[in-house]
C-alpha cells in the first residue's frame, strides 16, 4: 500500500489576537482566523493579500515571534508551539526568516563574516575557526558576495547586497524551512528579480521549502508552487499555483490579479474582472458573514448572514458561497504566459 508522505510544515487553525487601545478601550484585534495549509518538502507557498491581510502575523506566529492564540503548527511532525524555550532554539536551525527590511535585521556593528558566520557558532559549536571562516566564505560566494566583503559592515551596502547577506546568514545552517517575509519590497525595481532569481536558485540546490510572503503577484508566481490568498486573516483561495493564475476562483483573488493586470483584456459577462475598490475594513470590525462582501461585486444577501467555508471547487480551496456560479465563467486573460 503507497502512504502519503507526511507534510513538512502543516498549519491547523491558526489564530493570532492582538490586545489593542482602541479610544481608551482595551479590544482584541484578530489578526489571522483559523488558518490552515499544510508545506511538503521542496514546496514553496506564497501568502498574498493587501496590507493587513495578516500575512506578516502567520510568519511571525509560525516562528513563535508572536504568540498564537490558537491552533497548531507541526514541523516534521511536531508541535512548534508547544516546544520549550530551548527545545525552539534548537529547532530555529531548521527554521529560518528573512524580514522585508535587510538593513534593520542586520547588527550594524557586526562584520559580514561574523553576521553570516555567527548561526554556525551558535548551531555547530564543534566546528573548527577555519571549518567555519570555510563554509562562510562559501555561503557569500553562494549569493553572489566574496571573500573581499567579510570585514566590511552592513552600512557599507546597498539594500540588495544586504538582503544577499541576510540571506546567507539565514542559510548557512542549511535550514529546512525558509520564511520570507516581503524580501523583496524594499528592494529597487532592478534588484527585485536578481533576488527572486537567488531564492529560487538556493531553494533548488538546497532542497528547500519555502513560505514566500509578498504582495508581489507576479514574484509570488515566479517564486512558489502554491498560493494562499489572504483577506482579514482569513483564507479566500488555496490552490496551487498554475490553475489560481490561470482560472482564480474567488472573487478576492480575481480583483487581485486585475489590479496586478490593469491593463488586460476584460470578458464582457464578469463582474468579478473588476478591480479591488475602496478599503480594506478594520480587523476590530470586521463585516459580519463572508469578510469580503462590503468589496464584492458578487454579494448577494446570505454573504452578509453566514461566513463561507473553505471548500474544494475545481481545482482550488475556495470561501465563496458562489463559487461554482464563477468557475462557470470565463477565466480572467492571466499573468500567465
Ligand atoms: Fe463575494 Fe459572497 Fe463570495 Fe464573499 S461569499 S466572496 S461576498 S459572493
Not at 493587501?50 to 490558537?70: D, F, H, N, T, Y
Request: aromatic share 4%; with cysteine.
Amino acid at each position: 500500500m503507497n502512504t502519503v508522505p507526511a507534510p513538512l510544515l502543516a498549519v491547523e487553525n491558526l489564530c493570532v489576537d492582538y490586545h489593542v487601545r482602541v479610544d481608551g478601550q482595551r479590544a482584541w484585534l484578530h489578526a489571522v482566523s483559523d488558518v490552515s495549509f499544510q508545506l511538503a518538502g521542496g514546496q514553496s507557498l506564497g501568502i498574498v493579500g493587501e496590507s493587513g491581510s495578516g500575512k506578516s502575523s502567520i510568519a511571525r506566529a509560525l516562528l513563535r515571534l508572536v504568540p498564537a492564540a490558537a491552533g497548531r503548527v507541526y514541523f516534521e511532525g511536531q508541535d512548534l508551539l508547544q516546544l520549550s524555550g530551548r527545545e525552539l532554539r534548537r529547532m530555529r536551525r531548521d527554521l529560518q526568516l528573512i524580514f522585508q527590511d535587510p538593513l534593520a535585521s542586520l547588527d550594524p556593528r557586526m562584520s559580514v563574516g561574523d553576521t553570516v558566520g555567527e548561526p554556525l557558532r551558535m548551531f555547530e559549536p564543534a566546528l573548527s575557526a577555519a571549518a567555519r571562516s570555510a563554509r562562510t566564505t562559501a555561503m557569500l560566494e553562494a549569493v553572489g558576495l566574496s571573500v573581499q566583503h567579510l570585514h566590511r559592515l552592513p552600512h557599507e551596502f546597498s539594500g540588495g547586497q544586504a538582503q544577499r547577506i541576510a540571506i546567507a546568514r539565514a542559510l548557512i545552517t542549511r535550514p529546512r524551512l525558509l520564511v520570507c517575509d516581503e524580501p523583496l519590497s524594499s528592494l529597487d525595481v532592478s534588484i527585485k528579480s536578481q533576488i527572486a532569481n537567488l531564492l529560487m536558485q538556493l531553494q533548488r540546490e538546497l532542497g528547500l521549502s519555502m513560505v514566500f510572503i509578498s504582495h508581489d503577484l507576479a514574484a509570488v508566481r515566479f517564486a512558489c508552487s502554491h498560493v494562499l490568498v489572504l483577506y482579514l486573516g482569513r483564507v479566500m483561495e488555496l490552490a496551487a499555483r498554475d490553475p489560481l493564475f490561470s482560472a482564480a476562483g474567488h472573487p478576492y483573488t480575481r480583483a487581485l490579479l486585475r489590479a496586478a493586470l490593469p491593463r488586460a483584456p476584460r470578458p464582457a459577462r464578469a463582474r468579478a474582472h473588476v478591480g479591488l475598490s475602496g478599503e480594506i475594513p478594520s480587523a476590530l470590525r470586521p463585516p459580519s458573514g463572508c469578510v469580503f462582501r462590503t468589496r464584492c461585486a458578487y454579494a448577494v444577501e446570505r454573504c452578509a448572514r453566514e461566513q463561507p467555508a473553505l471548500r474544494r471547487v475545481a481545482d482550488s480551496l475556495v470561501a465563496c458561497h458562489r463559487a461554482e456560479e464563477l468557475a462557470a465563467e470565463p477565466p480572467l486573460a492571466t499573468l500567465a504566459g
